[in-house]
Every structure is written in structure tokens, then in C-alpha cells.
């Protein structure tokens, strides 16, 4: 079977248009918040020096999406990671544990700093919905820019 030229350019043009949202958000939180210019962040406990860079971080996520960032709740992990899971909260900034059994449950992005207690290392990092792999993105490259100016 001949395959001519025309159809061959026709399918790779479809297949280009739908790779067009890659990566997808299955819940849309990036357009959602670039759209809404709402930013709604849950904190965890931590110590004011990381809340300060937390925030700084926050800013950073704020200006690049067009947003406006508002404390939307703060608290204990687990609550907040129910919240961000019922879609209540974009995004949580707190302090995990590389042990945390929540690892399996939320996109926890590479820490903005580490610390530690004892002998467990905790990373004040922000953490996001699975599966909103644009929104996902986006967070990780804001972590790698502000930890390149620093």
C-alpha cells in the first residue's frame, strides 16, 4: 500500500495541533489562576525565616501568572493538603519530609531550602494537585529561578 506525501503531511499537522496544551492540567489550575488572577495558597507551620522566603517564593508565582496571591488558609499538612486536593487551595507552601507519606498523594516540587531536626531533613517546598502537570511546571521553574538568584 502507497502512502502519498498529502496524507502523511495532513496526519503529522493533527498530531502537532493536538500535542498544542501539552502538558495538561487535569483540573486546569494554571488557567485557572493565569484567568482568574486569583492565587489562593494554604501555609503550613514553620519557622519566620522560612515563612519570609515562602512568601518571597508566593510573589515570584503571583507575578509571573498575573495573579493576586491571598492567604487562603493555614494549618496543619494534612488539612491543607485535603483542601488543595478538593480543589480549595492552587498551591501550599510548607515544610516535608523526604519520608512523608503524602509524597504518593501530592506534586511536592524541589525544596526552595532544607533543614534539619534531629536526624529527619525537611525541604520548604511548594506543593501542588497531581496531575496538574502545567501548573506543576511552572512552580518547578520559579524554584530553580529563585534558587539560581540567590
Sequence with gaps: MKISGALVAVTALAMLAACD???????????????????????GSMPGDRRSLADRFVSRVARVTGARATKAAEGSDEALFAALDRGDLDLVVTEVAADSPWLTEVAV???LARRRIGERE????????????????????EVRDMRGAS
Design 21 to 43: 496544551s501539552y502538558p495538561r492540567d487535569i483540573e486546569g489550575v494554571r488557567d485557572r489562576v493565569v484567568e482568574s488572577r486569583q492565587l489562593r495558597v494554604g501555609y
Design 109 to 111: 516540587i524541589e525544596p
Design 122 to 141: 525537611l525541604g520548604l517546598s511548594a506543593v501542588a494537585r497531581n496531575g496538574e502537570n502545567r501548573w506543576i511546571m511552572l512552580l518547578e521553574r
